[in-house]
């Protein structure tokens, strides 16, 4: 991309609420897990806060396991806008997800946020260093990625290998990568237009633009807390105390 092509942040957010998160248990046997409070916030508003300080100003909500309650926890926002999907009658998946909001998402590239992590921002916004490497050109998928070893609840071993120019490999069977995806990214609309409405993941197209080199990554900047059980909140709420000192 030419350094002086001005860069768009991407108006429209996809936000996955809609898991039935299983290993939160019992926390979720009567609460949605984005609505679990870690550091005094529930997950889904560090989510909705990162992406209105950085000025997205509509943010879709896929919804499904005790959806009535995000529902109305989120109706006290007033950003970034938000648009529920309903996914009550099936739970569609994080691929199906999308592909059942192609007509809002109108065929504009899209940040995708998952609800189970936050993190601490370094210097700068991390949103805004996504949107700055975003280039369409060469790139159908930009994912934030953060180390495997310094991050916080990580109990597995990566999830991808990065080269200079930031092109990611996943890992092999086996082995271990320094990298986690953050479960925030910024994706083009065409990756679904030819999928069938049904429930399917995100891994399986992130691993094929791996293998087709359309697959990057940007190094997340500051401390991210991967929140999916009910001890990683402790562990998160002690990493976060212990970076603020």
């Not at 499904?64 to 099936?90: G, M, N, T, V």
């Not at 809002?104 to 992590?117: E, K, L, S, W």
Request: proline letters at 7%; a negative charge.
């Amino acid at each position: 991309m030419n350094p002086t092509t001005p860069v768009a942040t991407p108006e429209i957010a996809m936000v996955f609420a809609a898991g039935l998160g299983t290993r939160m248990r019992p926390i979720t046997d009567t609460l949605p897990k984005p609505l679990a409070h870690v550091c005094g916030k529930a997950l889904i508003d560090h989510t909705l806060d990162m992406l209105a300080d950085a000025g997205v100003p509509c943010a879709i909500v896929n919804v499904h396991y005790l959806a009535d309650q995000i529902e109305a926890h989120l109706a006290r926002r007033s950003a970034p806008s938000i648009i529920f999907s309903d996914e009550r009658d099936k739970l569609l998946g994080q691929g199906g997800g999308i592909k059942k909001v192609l007509p809002i998402i109108d065929g504009r590239d899209f940040f995708v946020c998952n609800t189970d992590a936050f993190w601490v921002e370094g210097p700068g916004s991390n949103l805004g260093r996504l949107a700055r490497a975003w280039d369409p050109a060469r790139m159908d998928a930009l994912l934030l990625v953060a180390p495997t070893t310094s991050s916080i609840g990580v109990d597995w071993r990566g999830d991808f290998d990065m080269d200079p120019w930031g092109r990611l490999a996943r890992r092999t069977e086996g082995g271990v990568s320094p990298f986690v995806y953050s479960g925030v990214g910024i994706l083009k609309a065409s990756l679904f237009s030819d999928r069938p409405a049904d429930a399917f993941g995100l891994a399986p197209i992130f691993f094929r633009l791996a293998d087709q080199g359309r697959l990057f990554g940007v190094r997340l900047d500051g401390l991210w807390l991967h929140v999916g059980t009910p001890e990683a909140i402790v562990e998160a709420e002690n990493a976060v105390a212990r970076s603020s000192r």
